[in-house]
């Protein structure tokens, strides 16, 4: 006659959305142009040293690109073109304040060159100084508005300033000027995505991939997307090219893993928790996922061991007790169900699913006065919780209290009219009081509702 309630930890969805944004707001390495009015002419010396650094930049060899750009200015000190480039290569390493001096220098000294507004607000990004990144993205435009860079560059900012349609527009403008922008086509569907708009997003990561095939960041996107929209089979054909391109993607296994299991195909879900622990053991998430889909497999023994690892993990989380609860109970070990599920209360009060599962282990072991007890107080937490009257009316039966079960069972099935066992319940409960009448047609109606309960029960039962 018991019935608990399920309660299953949240596979907290892994949102990569923009959060690369800035990493894709790429500067652009200055060629040689006509100097500024403010600016002599390079010699031929300084001229090739800022080319070397050029060629080292691009090949990310930082430190001897900076080198070279140094080289240059030491040559030639108002050489804005190297000062811009020893900027950019002072940002790629994370110098950003060394950077923006640098770029305050040599917007001074050429203030129409759009580049350098566009990588000044790239470094100003990376500082998290939004507005002020905004403000030069906006220069960049103002001096050369065909300029894409600084359309996504713009478009990050707004985003991280929580302006997420300007944001959208901004990309818009940028893949408009180049249709096959790949870090504006990835970025503008990551912030559609970020308003659920998965739908919208869909499309434009595919432009993006067609673009850029081998980018596991905007597959990841992609996946995500689809994942939202519904199309799980889909999202899991994504998740699984971009988790086999990279074996140690441990990310993608573990969306893979909740996604089998949103399918109820636990075995694939075990063996891709599994993968994403190999990559990486330290995630208790995935641990409780994995015991999770075990319990799922009906391996409570093995679920066990994987919720003890993922306490160890991260000692005293209520749901992680919660689960290890569940699996001891689903043993028949009620005892170490009951002390489990006890620590859980003991970390979080106000856990009516840790509740139940204690009030049934306490059921489940003959203690009906503490049963009752719990139940009463996980219907304090949620009074129209009709499993919690339900599971409260079973311990007042098996008490042979039968007045106080029909209460019970009596308020489940007015918060919940459909509930076919809760009036048949109800109906065992009447007939002990001789009230065969109203029990009768609690009988009936159990019936109607699940033609599996018997009609005219044995009331003897």
Same mark, same amino acid.
């Given at each position: 006659?018991?019935?608990?309630?399920?309660?299953?930890?949240?596979?907290?969805?892994?949102?990569?959305?923009?959060?690369?944004?800035?990493?894709?707001?790429?500067?652009?390495?200055?060629?040689?142009?006509?100097?500024?009015?403010?600016?002599?002419?390079?010699?031929?010396?300084?001229?090739?040293?800022?080319?070397?650094?050029?060629?080292?930049?691009?090949?990310?060899?930082?430190? !001897?690109?900076?080198?070279?750009?140094?080289?240059?200015?030491?040559? !030639?000190?108002?050489?804005?073109?190297?000062?811009?480039?020893?900027?950019?290569?002072?940002?790629?390493?994370?110098?950003?304040?060394?950077?923006?001096?640098?770029?305050?220098?040599?917007?001074?000294?050429?203030?129409?060159?759009?580049?350098?507004?566009?990588?000044?607000?790239?470094?100003?990004?990376?500082?998290?100084?939004?507005?002020?990144?905004?403000?030069?993205?906006?220069?960049?435009?103002?001096?050369?508005?065909?300029?894409?860079?600084?359309?996504?560059?713009?478009?990050?900012?707004?985003?991280?300033?929580?302006?997420?349609?300007?944001?959208?527009?901004?990309?818009? !403008?940028?893949?408009?000027?180049?249709?096959?922008?790949?870090?504006?086509?990835?970025?503008?569907?990551?912030?559609?995505?970020?308003?659920?708009?998965?739908?919208?997003?869909?499309?434009?990561?595919?432009?993006?991939?067609?673009?850029?095939?081998?980018?596991?960041?905007?597959?990841?996107?992609?996946?995500?997307?689809?994942?939202?929209?519904?199309?799980?089979?889909?999202?899991?054909?994504?998740?699984?090219?971009?988790?086999?391109?990279?074996?140690?993607?441990?990310?993608?296994?573990?969306?893979?893993?909740?996604?089998?299991?949103? !399918?109820?195909?636990?075995?694939?879900?075990?063996?891709?928790?599994?993968?994403?622990?190999?990559?990486?053991?330290?995630?208790?998430?995935?641990?409780?996922?994995?015991?999770?889909?075990?319990?799922?497999?009906?391996?409570?023994?093995?679920?066990?061991?994987?919720?003890?690892?993922?306490?160890?993990?991260?000692?005293?989380?209520?749901?992680?007790?919660?689960?290890?609860?569940?699996?001891?109970?689903?043993?028949?070990?009620?005892?170490?169900?009951?002390?489990?599920?006890?620590?859980?209360?003991?970390?979080?009060?106000?856990?009516?699913?840790?509740?139940?599962?204690?009030?049934?282990?306490?059921?489940?072991?003959?203690?009906?006065?503490?049963?009752?007890?719990?139940?009463?107080?996980?219907?304090?937490?949620?009074?129209?919780?009709?499993?919690?009257?339900?599971?409260?009316?079973?311990?007042?039966?098996?008490?042979?209290?039968?007045?106080?079960?029909?209460?019970?069972?009596?308020?489940?099935?007015?918060?919940?009219?459909?509930?076919?066992?809760?009036?048949?319940?109800?109906?065992?409960?009447?007939?002990?009081?001789?009230?065969?009448?109203?029990?009768?047609?609690?009988?009936?109606?159990?019936?109607?509702?699940?033609?599996?309960?018997?009609?005219?029960?044995?009331?003897?039962?």
């Amino acid at each position: 006659m018991r019935q608990s309630g399920r309660f299953r930890r949240k596979r907290a969805v892994a949102v990569v959305l923009a959060a690369m944004l800035g990493f894709l707001v790429l500067g652009r390495l200055h060629a040689q142009t006509t100097p500024a009015p403010t600016q002599t002419a390079p010699s031929n010396a300084a001229r090739d040293r800022d080319i070397q650094g050029h060629d080292l930049y691009l090949k990310k060899q930082y430190n !001897q690109a900076i080198a070279m750009f140094q080289q240059a200015l030491a040559l !030639q000190p108002d050489f804005a073109e190297a000062m811009g480039n020893l900027a950019l290569a002072l940002d790629a390493l994370g110098k950003n304040d060394e950077a923006i001096a640098y770029y305050q220098k040599a917007v001074a000294i050429r203030p129409s060159d759009a580049i350098l507004y566009s990588n000044f607000g790239l470094a100003l990004f990376h500082q998290g100084k939004y507005e002020e990144s905004t403000a030069q993205y906006r220069k960049a435009l103002e001096l050369q508005p065909d300029f894409p860079e600084a359309y996504n560059g713009l478009g990050a900012s707004l985003y991280r300033m929580g302006k997420v349609q300007e944001a959208i527009n901004a990309y818009g !403008q940028a893949v408009g000027l180049r249709p096959g922008y790949f870090d504006a086509l990835n970025n503008m569907a990551a912030a559609l995505d970020s308003q659920g708009r998965a739908k919208e997003a869909i499309p434009l990561f595919e432009r993006a991939l067609k673009a850029k095939p081998d980018s596991p960041e905007i597959l990841e996107n992609y996946a995500h997307a689809l994942e939202l929209s519904g199309r799980s089979d889909d999202a899991i054909a994504a998740y699984t090219i971009l988790a086999t391109q990279n074996p140690n993607g441990y990310q993608a296994w573990a969306r893979l893993g909740k996604l089998y299991a949103g !399918q109820g195909r636990y075995p694939d879900a075990v063996t891709s928790f599994q993968k994403s622990l190999q990559a990486r053991p330290d995630q208790p998430e995935v641990v409780f996922n994995l015991g999770l889909a075990l319990t799922d497999e009906r391996k409570f023994g093995d679920a066990v061991v994987e919720f003890q690892k993922g306490l160890e993990l991260q000692p005293n989380d209520p749901s992680g007790l919660y689960c290890l609860g569940n699996a001891y109970y689903a043993q028949k070990e009620y005892s170490k169900a009951i002390e489990t599920f006890q620590v859980a209360l003991s970390q979080k009060s106000d856990f009516p699913e840790a509740l139940a599962g204690l009030g049934a282990a306490q059921f489940s072991q003959g203690d009906m006065s503490g049963a009752i007890a719990t139940y009463q107080k996980a219907i304090e937490l949620r009074p129209n919780d009709a499993n919690a009257r339900f599971n409260l009316g079973n311990a007042y039966f098996a008490s042979r209290n039968f007045p106080a079960a029909s209460d019970s069972y009596r308020i489940a099935v007015q918060d919940k009219p459909d509930f076919a066992r809760a009036h048949y319940n109800l109906g065992m409960a009447l007939a002990r009081q001789k009230n065969h009448k109203a029990a009768k047609a609690e009988f009936a109606e159990a019936h109607r509702l699940d033609p599996n309960m018997p009609e005219s029960p044995d009331t003897n039962e």
